[in-house]
């Protein structure tokens, strides 16, 4: 957490997790209009560069997301911009009424590379919500998250998300909601 928080006052960073580590969040960093989160927001461009990691929501724990990137459009004066790389986002679960379980993109950008985003949950978008945002996945997975409204892997409320040899499935009620707001989800 602290890493977050210091890469964000410095205006970016990038951060190599120590490969194999699973980082188990047993309490959320905090709340805020949104929901609490297992880790600080990203307001800053952050890489995550991991080799087999993840990062997991005790299931003891009680409900929060795992990360919230957080950029201009939705929250002023931030530019977040979360890059991340062989890492897992695991057992996420948004407080009702709040979207995102595993990953709330608020206005900023996401990009995961061979990452995989899997057991999350919230009301929509159990392992990805985006509004005003920009997603991108590759060689990255949405798989086994839900939602107890729609768009269990991916919602988009707005902005965009682009796919290149990734795979989004298994996700329950649907994978992506609405239909048809990301190309090649099926």
Known sequence: MAAITAANAVGGDTLALTPGCTYTLTSAHGGGPDGP???????APITLLGLGNTIARDPGAPPFRILQVEGASNV???HGQLS?????????SAVTPYPGG????????LSLVASSVTGNTAVAGGGIYTDN???SLTTSSVTGNSATDSGGGIYV???GVTTLVSTISGNTPDNCA???SVPGCG
């Open 37 to 43: 989160v297992g880790l600080p927001p990203v307001t």
């Open 76 to 78: 002023p004066d931030t």
């Open 84 to 92: 991340m790389a062989g890492v897992t986002i695991r057992g996420g």
């Open 102 to 109: 595993g990953i709330a993109n608020l206005g900023g950008t």
């Open 133 to 135: 945002g920009a997603v």
């Open 157 to 159: 409320n707005s902005g």
């Open 178 to 180: 609405p239909s048809g």
